[in-house]
């Protein structure tokens, strides 16, 4: 992997043997495997008659790299060209020349004309499509199927390399990247996963950076080592990390240096308060310590054109207070060295001092004047314990990932923060970093001349800031609420009634008219206010408001792997907010039966749609983070005449994969509107050809059931009417 960009010191970089395969020759690469005698197939199922897993490996690297390679950069690539000797018993897979390959591909690319152009990305495209199928198959199976790993994880950890750095620099529009950790949960590169593991990671953050990452950006984050600040997360989960919320009755303020034992200061709160009920913002000002005279802190009122450093902090790093609003004094001349390096400003903002602990009128004026207190800074600078140990002559690649691996990109206050800066700034050990030059710097012309990343481990670091930086063109308009939902994965927040206080500023929602709400009404206050949602929320995995009328909704926004929303690209009509549910358009079933029928669900059934003579089968989703009563295996439909399953999928989309879907009670029709209840994601397919004879069988059972009894017990098959897009649901 020496093509790749490497961090200042490299942890555990990975050595990939050489497995001395044939030469791939001048074989077609689609064939290949037939032409060596060797069925991918037969290998899924794991079938070890005809090859052992070690012939298996040697196959893989000479087909998927080196064929790969040889079929889309440069036919004359041989082995030799990418082989570097460690020993003379041992070799070793070099790419320090894949850049230089793949510049000249690019350099005939642009050479070609129009027609020619689109043929060679059709044809690098369906060769890279092809590579990455086979190795997901067999990664699948062995996961899955307990088949024999004929892969390897560090072969499997070079082919994803390969492949996904070739689809980045080639055809980076017009194939989606592997993660590693795909829809299914399956690890595509396990080794990965382990060595953070190992050195300590949190289960959490390691499943965000999977989801979210291909395998040349994760081996980057692997490479980068034990994270800092080194935190126990012996008490995390996949779902949340713990090191990071905060428990106001035992929480410690740090001071600059561990052996400092200086005393506290703080403004004076009365002034604070003050400056908050006139409806101004306070600002700090600290003077230098000097044997002459002691320390000051003074609040001052901003008036406009006044230039001041807002600071944006995790309170984890022990820069906060739940006390009261003093800091230890050495943080203070921390804080005024720090705001000093940018244009000399003296005045700062920090919430440790500026927002009250009590009473709680002011506290809530001091939250009411967030946005404006970091929209008007001169600059919004970020203090992270982690971030401060880095270098300014740091790489781009380098600055972003580790920004990306950091405790404060993944806080839900600090996404407002950096969201409402006008110039976002990073503390680092020897200066400051403005993170739009730095980005800027990451960019180049891609084969197509538009200005993107220079490598997917640049793009996948500046990943969660793109909401940041394409706001910052657009004058910090607000956010849609798909956009937020999304930028909100895998962030969390230590007191989870802050989520509506903090989304309303980013959805232009005047805030005055959730704060004053007791806590467990603002979500659904903010919602009702929102009036347009992305329709696919209704898809969205995951735990759901309990109240009717918004089961359609998430409780929290925060919640780790929503719905992958790129698949909904077709949908163009925004959801709409009704007293009675949200109001989305949608193909989809509605269930017939000749009669009310109480039924169960078994964990699948099929239905036939009269109209079109189509089977589909219906497949539960289990989902651990469910209440009980939500879960598929306890719901209970009284009457089946009543449901309907909603489709993510326009019909003609719709084919033997399995697309989500909502399985919901119909309560009534009103002017083209089915007025629904949620009851259940479910996934849904056409049923395939070879099991419909059987889907008949049980439909007729089913049927000569409803003529003898009432209690039907569980259901297997029934029939439905299709109701073509763009049909209205008001989904509650």
């Not at 889309?72 to 390959?101: A, G, M």
């Not at 230890?328 to 390096?341: G, I, Y």
């Amino acid at each position: 992997m020496d093509h790749l960009p490497h961090p200042i010191n490299p942890c555990h970089r990975i050595e990939i043997a050489y497995l001395d395969g044939e030469d791939f020759g001048a074989l077609d690469f689609f064939s290949y495997p037939q032409a060596k005698g060797i069925d991918i197939d037969a290998l899924a199922w794991g079938d070890t008659r005809t090859h052992t897993p070690q012939q298996v490996r040697a196959f893989l690297q000479s087909w998927l790299f080196f064929g790969l390679l040889n079929q889309i950069l440069d036919p004359e690539i041989r082995h030799v060209d990418f082989i570097c000797k460690e020993d003379q018993r041992r070799s070793l897979i070099s790419t320090e020349s894949l850049d230089d390959y793949i510049a000249r591909w690019k350099k005939r690319f642009q050479s070609l004309q129009n027609s020619a152009r689109k043929e060679e990305q059709f044809r690098v495209r369906a060769i890279l499509q092809h590579a990455s199928r086979t190795l997901n198959m067999l990664a699948s199976s062995s996961s899955y199927m307990m088949a024999p790993d004929f892969v390897g994880p560090e072969l499997d950890i070079s082919l994803r390399i390969c492949i996904q750095t070739l689809e980045y620099a080639l055809v980076r529009d017009l194939l989606p990247r592997q993660r590693v950790l795909d829809d299914h949960d399956t690890q595509t590169c396990s080794i990965l996963l382990d060595k953070l593991n190992a050195d300590g990671w949190c289960p959490n953050q390691i499943d965000m950076l999977a989801h979210c990452m291909d395998a040349p950006s994760m081996y980057y984050v692997m490479l980068l080592g034990t994270p800092e600040p080194r935190k126990s997360h012996s008490k995390c989960s996949r779902q949340q990390c713990l090191a990071d919320q905060i428990d106001a009755s035992r929480y410690l303020t740090n001071h600059f240096r561990e052996t400092c034992q200086c005393d506290f200061l703080g403004p004076d709160m009365e002034k604070v308060g003050s400056i908050l009920e006139g409806g101004g913002i306070p600002l700090v000002s600290f003077e230098n310590l000097s044997h002459s005279r002691p320390a000051n802190l003074e609040a001052v009122e901003y008036t406009p054109g006044m230039a001041y450093v807002a600071l944006s902090h995790v309170w984890s790093d022990g820069l906060g207070n739940a006390r009261n609003n003093s800091l230890p004094l050495c943080q203070l001349q921390f804080f005024r060295e720090a705001v000093s390096h940018v244009a000399g400003i003296t005045l700062f903002w920090v919430d440790t001092l500026c927002v009250p602990l009590s009473p709680a009128k002011l506290r809530k004026s001091a939250i009411r004047l967030m946005k404006e207190t970091y929209a008007n800074a001169h600059s919004v600078l970020v203090i992270d314990s982690a971030i401060m140990k880095l270098p300014v002559s740091i790489s781009e690649e380098e600055l972003f990932m580790r920004i990306t691996c950091s405790g404060w990109i993944r806080r839900l206050w600090t996404f407002q923060e950096g969201f409402l800066a006008k110039c976002l700034l990073f503390l680092l050990h020897d200066g400051i970093a403005d993170i739009m030059s730095r980005f800027r710097k990451l960019l180049e012309k891609g084969v197509d001349g538009t200005i993107i990343p220079r490598s997917t481990v640049a793009q996948e670091g500046v990943r969660l800031f793109q909401s940041f930086l394409s706001h910052r063109s657009e004058g910090n308009t607000p956010m849609g609420f798909g956009e937020l939902w999304s930028a909100l994965q895998w962030r969390s927040t230590s007191r989870a009634s802050d989520e509506p206080l903090c989304l309303a500023p980013l959805l232009g929602i005047d805030i005055n008219i959730i704060l004053d709400l007791p806590e467990e009404q603002r979500m659904k206050k903010l919602l009702s206010l929102q009036h347009d949602f992305p329709p696919y929320i209704i898809f969205s995995k995951g735990p759901r408001m309990p109240d009717v009328g918004y089961r359609w909704a998430p409780p929290c926004l925060m919640v780790p792997r929503c719905i992958d929303i790129p698949k909904m690209h077709h949908m163009i009509q925004e959801a709409q907010w009704d007293p009675k549910g949200l109001l989305v358009p949608f193909c989809g079933l509605v269930l017939t039966m000749p009669k009310p029928t109480p039924v169960d669900f078994e964990m699948s059934f099929c239905v036939k749609d009269t109209v079109e003579n189509t089977w589909y089968v219906v497949v539960s989703e289990p989902d651990p983070s469910l209440r009980e009563q939500d879960r598929w295996d306890q719901m209970y439909i009284k009457d089946l005449t009543s449901a309907g399953i909603i489709f993510s999928c326009p019909f003609e989309l719709l084919g033997e994969e399995l697309w989500d879907a909502v399985l919901v009670t119909i309560q009534h029709s009103e002017n083209g509107v089915l007025y629904s209840h949620f009851l259940s994601t479910v996934s849904v397919g056409r049923l395939r050809s070879d099991q419909r004879s059987s889907a008949e069988e049980d439909l007729l059972k089913m049927q000569r059931l409803l003529q003898s009894t009432e209690a039907l017990g569980k259901i297997c098959a029934c029939t439905g009417r299709s109701v073509p897009y763009p049909q209205r649901w008001c989904v509650g």
